[in-house]
């Protein structure tokens, strides 16, 4: 029997558009929607596209500061921004509201057993701390979807991987002193690259000691090396930690065209990717797995790169991922190097993790 997935769209999300010469505008999300259509993703019966409801002040604040959420709202409607590449409108808010709420209507469907699985469009804004944004990001809803399990629906251990290019350093830093959340990042070398932190040593603290742990990679790394990064050091800690639900959010910007990002895997990469993650939630926790897919800033290969991930979540057997560049060749020294932030990280966690003892 095929397992249903639940994908969360809203026509207005495209009101997140941060302005002309920004990377991120908001024509992504129908652009995506359009080549899932064209690929034939949205005519599968198991796949469900359903409209989220805004979230909360209520839902925000289970996460945020009030001051902060209030802080946003005044910048929203006095539409100035947050910082430099942040800003903020009464249509971006909006749209970063529906955002929210698809991570929240997502964790509805996964735990109402209306879907095993569910596709948050548009979300994964982890650069968002509880009193901070910045990055693109002003809502973390990540975190939301969390809490909103934690709270309603009584889930104890979530296991978040973030495979963005850039370090999910808003997550992080929420999760920091918490043992409920193995937040496991995989990101380009935090020396090369926005926010500049994000390296191995950095485990967590206190009762989170060994829960945050952080794969940066060199500039370069390709299919091969990413995927054995993860086999690595995400499943076995996944397989140790036995979580509830699996929380992935990512998007296109690892892809070797990305504008931001100098890592350099594929499409087929991310379906890889995709179908790991989906594997390793089947074996360990019911197949409950929720993606969150918003980032990357090369329009040419976004539509391609997402839905890749997304037919990965489905479950679908191959894709049809035709590069419109030729991929480049993996410089030899990733690997080693990688090898090197592997044995390096085992070694800073096997006082909390028997797997790598
Ligand atoms: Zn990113």
Redesign the pocket.
């Known amino acids: 029997m095929q397992e249903n997935v639940v994908m969360t769209f809203h026509e207005k999300f495209r009101q997140y558009d941060l302005g002309e010469g920004h990377p991120y505008r908001g024509d992504r999300f129908l652009n995506a929607i359009n080549f899932f259509r064209e690929q034939g993703l949205l005519s599968l019966p198991q796949l469900k596209v359903i409209e989220p409801k805004p979230a909360s002040k209520e839902d925000l604040l289970m996460v945020h500061d009030e001051s902060y959420v209030d802080l946003i709202f005044r910048l929203a409607s006095e539409g100035r921004p947050y910082d430099i590449e942040t800003p903020v409108s009464p249509q971006i808010l909006e749209a970063a509201l529906l955002i929210v709420g698809g991570a929240i209507e997502c964790g509805k469907a996964v735990y109402d057993e209306r879907a095993k699985r569910a596709i948050s469009l548009g979300g994964g804004f982890?650069h968002a701390g509880r009193d901070y944004g910045g990055?693109f990001c002003l809502f973390n809803d990540i975190a939301v979807l969390v809490e909103h399990l934690r709270h309603e629906r009584n889930v104890k251990r979530f296991l978040i991987l973030d495979y963005?290019?850039?370090f999910g350093n808003g997550t992080s830093d929420i999760y920091y002193r918490d043992s409920s959340v193995l937040f496991i990042s995989l990101h380009q070398d935090p020396r090369t690259l926005y926010p500049g932190k994000g390296f191995t040593w950095e485990i967590g603290e206190g009762y989170g000691e060994g829960f945050n742990v952080n794969v940066p990679l060199p500039p370069g790394t390709g299919d091969s090396t990413y995927l054995y990064a993860l086999r690595e050091i995400f499943v076995p800690l996944a397989e140790e930690f036995q979580p509830e639900i699996i929380i992935a959010n990512?998007?296109s910007?690892p892809h070797f065209a990305d504008m931001?990002?100098d890592l350099s895997l594929t499409a087929k990469g991310f379906f890889a990717l995709s179908n790991l993650i989906r594997e390793t939630a089947k074996k360990l926790c019911d197949g409950k797995l929720i993606m969150l897919v918003g980032?990357?800033y090369n329009p040419k290969i976004l539509p391609l790169c997402w839905y890749a991930l997304a037919a990965g979540a489905v479950g679908l057997e191959e894709i049809n991922a035709k590069e419109p560049y030729a991929a480049p060749i993996e410089p030899p020294f990733c690997r080693k190097k990688v090898e090197g932030v592997i044995d390096e990280l085992k070694g800073l966690l096997k006082k909390r993790w028997k797997c790598f003892r």
């Open positions: 982890h990055g963005d290019v850039h990512g998007g910007d931001l990002g980032s990357g």
